[in-house]
DNA sequence: TATGACTAGTTATACGTATGACTAATCTTG
DNA sequence: CAAGATTAGTCATACGTATAACTAGTCATA
């Protein structure tokens, strides 16, 4: 049974010293063994199969160039485009990016120690609570793994780069706004995350902004089409009862959640965008396929990926840099048009 | 500058040896340190913040209880359910998941050997090609990472976990013959990756195997909205000049085309289902958002998680295991029904 | 009380790598 | 040609952990 080849198996078939071995392969040390003795050893490490042992190469330097990136999910695209801008930056450092999805239920509460995901030099956490981080990272902030948050509340002790909400949500507004729509309804997700909560402040604050008196009324779903379609049906056979009471544009908290929202409106006979404009937040894959396709706002998350990197990249050099902020970028489709009252 | 604690700082708090701190901590010796002692020992270590080195344990031990998830993208939401599947099998087994996406472009031709992903036991490869991993997983595959391959050719010299798509696509096609369709269209992907190809050899035969005769044209799209959309739109033209060629039913290769699909059949003027039924595959979110909901294969991708981390970790265990599959199973929802010939 | 068994630890060592310190040989230069 | 500088290597060591092998003390049994 042979056992995998080390640098000693390559420095004895070259006939040099295991030192030769690891200065030759690391190249770090330009003109410290001749072109000859070098090949040499090259060729007997390729003939050998050699591959070093990461183990222990971590090991001898402390650190393993290796960037975890948290998130809550896979299921949500969102996070691959974070991945995507983070591996990007990471790669020309010199640096690996693996991804840690939290797991759902069965957590990490193996033995008391066995975090399997902690042989690396920084983590990136998207979209998480940092108490749910606390045993990956380390109580004691001071020595933990360096962290930077990124779509996250930025009152925590790690950096954060948000994206800029309140921005994406003004156009956002001010678009509806400007096709005529004073009464709002805002379908928000039922769950108590920061990213939502941020989201139901810049909408508030938006709508307030607005010159003349609108009006803005929330209730709250799951972040499911399911979900949203029947709470949406709910909430419309009961403004119908009531007459003028209903909104004529209706934003929702997420893409998904607006998939729901179409359901529940052609459940009650509405057309959209004539009765019911109805928006989106996030522009995933879904925002183009539906009928009409979906006015959203789309989340720079690889940009979001390529910042948060850079920031952790920066404190393991130096010090801690400040926290950053995006822009979300409005994309008008047809899901949203001037209500009745104005074109009539 | 304080450094972070050692498990000998732990032994020198609890004035004990660095040995009796890695017997406690460990847990894996019962009985063998008084239980005073062991409460003296996790004080120290609670103290001290003591996290162990996993470098150095994993160089010790000669293995990392980790396992890498390698997957083409994070943009398909279809991966993340099969890490869920992994992640619940490993978890049972004291073994981690860690997800590595396949970097695009930018592929991981860094330093000569610092794959950072490399401080694994074992590889589990979903969709992708033998090829692609050589350098993953070792030239020589007797002596390199345990590999298991899933959704992908069991050509390969790797164990394999495959759906059985032919069950899957022989159910499709079945539902719609039954509806009274003869005349098929198969909207394929343009690339040429294994999943489709098996794909499109288990439609053919599915439509062969039918009794009386039924008739199937294919032609390629991206995979993407738009490329399907416009491939369908020219295809859906230049049959309505012709008169009758047009299909009944239209088999898309995945749930993304049939939505460009759905656009191009509305550009046409044509109804869904009652001109032209469609199906697609995957059955991901968008295929319950789009209207008519989309009929569809689920794949068993939490399932096919879950039995090929089994497959994997029986090899670290013991000897290699057969090749599994797993049954697609058909979703019917309302984007097929009879055509007009047949309810007329 | 002598002997073996058990208890509760300690000592010593190896995992595979990278690198600072050392050395021997060759080269350069006044 | 002597002496410093350069070249091309080797030697020794440390990173932090887990565990096999050992030891000293205690207990039970005959």
Redesign the interface.
Known sequence: M?R?PTSRDVAVAAGVSQSTVSIV?T?KWPGRVSPHTAQTVREAATRL?Y??????R??RLGQ???V?LVVP?????F???V??GA??VA?EH????????W??G?G?A??????????IDGVLASSMATEVLADLV???T??GVPLVMLDSDPAGAAPTVNVDVADGMRALVGHLAGLGHRRFWHLAADIDAWTFRVRGRALADAVTALPDGATLVRRTAPIT??GARAATRVWLREAGRVGSDRATALLCDDD?MA?GA??AA?DTGLDIPGDLSITGFDDI??A????PELTTVRLPAQGLGERAMSALLEILDKGRPRGLSLAGELVVRASTAPPRAVRD
Chains 1, 2 share one sequence.
């Open positions: 042979p995998r392969l190249g199969g591959r070093p042992n990461l183990a222990a971590n090991l393993t160039r290796t975890l999910t896979l299921a949500n695209p996070f691959g485009a991945y995507t591996a990007r790669a010199g640096f690996g990016v693996v991804v840690y999805p797991p759902d069965h990490p193996r033995s008391p120690f066995s975090a399997p995901h902690e042989a380390g109580q004691d001071d020595m089409v399911e998904v998939a179409y359901k052609r894959l879904l183009e396929a539906v009928e």
